[in-house]
């Protein structure tokens, strides 16, 4: 839980670190770069990892409750941009990466992260779910496919970015009709990348699926750039 002492141990580790990392100058540009008021401390996304990473090495959470804690800690309390991105690295180790009970975290920082950065650092949270729970996520996604949250539709559409040949295109077909007709940008660019990735395994389906349905300039041009 986020107030037991490893999992405090683990946050204050993980905050101790970034800090000593930082770059001030760095940090100016990636606040210009991401168009964020939140102060950041100019510590690049690999090494946000890499330290997140050997933190919890040195204070490993024992149980997926205590990981989730320390991630919604640092995601709650964050005093500077790059806490959010350890938040997300965290529900990247192994313990955590099939775990379901840490979906409403992961749609907690969908929601309250509001921006493409931290939306997009989630998509492959989702996708190792959807892919090891299949049967709980495609409901879920279908939901966030309608949400009136520009943010949980992007994911919707995004979700199964890497997933390759275990792409389920029923799905992806659906949450990207009922978005097709979206105003907003990031829904827009969404739907494009998310068919460019498939093309990567399944040209000819992208191919059909483009020629079949009414989608905005900038997805039918996203999905097809490399398709010629």
Same mark, same amino acid.
């Given at each position: 839980m986020?107030?037991?002492?490893?999992?405090?141990?683990?946050?204050?580790?993980?905050?101790?670190?970034?800090?000593?990392?930082?770059?001030?100058?760095?940090?100016r540009?990636?606040?210009?770069?991401?168009?964020?008021?939140?102060?950041?401390?100019?510590?690049r996304?690999?090494?946000?990892?890499?330290?997140?990473a050997?933190?919890?090495?040195?204070h490993?959470?024992?149980?997926?409750?205590?990981?989730?804690?320390?991630?919604?800690?640092?995601?709650?309390?964050?005093?500077?941009? /790059?806490?959010?991105?350890?938040?997300?690295?965290?529900?990247?180790?192994?313990?955590?990466?099939?775990?379901?009970?840490?979906?409403?975290?992961?749609?907690?920082?969908?929601?309250?992260?509001?921006?493409?950065?931290l939306v997009?650092?989630?998509?492959?949270?989702?996708?190792?779910?959807?892919?090891?729970?299949?049967?709980?996520?495609?409901?879920?996604?279908?939901?966030?496919?309608?949400?009136?949250?520009?943010?949980?539709?992007?994911?919707?559409?995004?979700?199964?970015?890497?997933?390759?040949?275990?792409?389920?295109?029923?799905?992806?077909?659906?949450?990207i009709?009922?978005?097709?007709?979206?105003?907003?940008?990031?829904?827009?660019?969404?739907?494009?990348?998310?068919?460019?990735?498939?093309?990567?395994?399944?040209?000819?389906?992208?191919?059909?699926?483009?020629?079949?349905?009414?989608?905005?300039?900038?997805?039918?041009? /996203?999905?097809?750039k490399?398709?010629?």
């Open positions: 986020p107030g037991d002492d490893g999992t405090a141990e683990l946050v204050s580790a993980v905050r101790t670190a970034l800090r000593a990392a930082g770059d001030p100058d760095r940090a540009g990636m606040q210009t770069y991401l168009k964020t008021t939140e102060p950041c401390l100019g510590v996304l690999p090494e946000v990892r890499r330290l997140t050997a933190s919890a090495t040195a490993p959470p024992a149980t997926v409750a205590e990981l989730g804690g320390a991630a919604a800690e640092l995601w709650r309390g964050a005093a500077h941009r /790059e806490e959010r991105y350890a938040a997300v690295a965290l529900t990247g180790l192994p313990l955590a990466r099939t775990a379901l009970a840490l979906l409403p975290l992961y749609e907690e920082m969908i929601t309250t992260g509001a921006w493409w950065d997009d650092g989630v998509q492959p949270r989702v996708r190792d779910l959807l892919l090891a729970h299949p049967d709980a996520l495609r409901p879920v996604l279908r939901d966030w496919a309608r949400s009136p949250d520009r943010w949980l539709r992007r994911s919707a559409v995004i979700a199964q970015l890497g997933a390759r040949d275990r792409t389920d295109t029923a799905l992806l077909a659906e949450v009709e009922v978005n097709a007709g979206d105003g907003e940008f990031f829904v827009r660019k969404a739907i494009g990348w998310a068919l460019r990735d498939l093309a990567k395994t399944d040209a000819d389906w992208v191919r059909r699926f483009v020629a079949e349905r009414e989608l905005s300039p900038l997805s039918r041009r /996203e999905a097809l490399h398709l010629g």
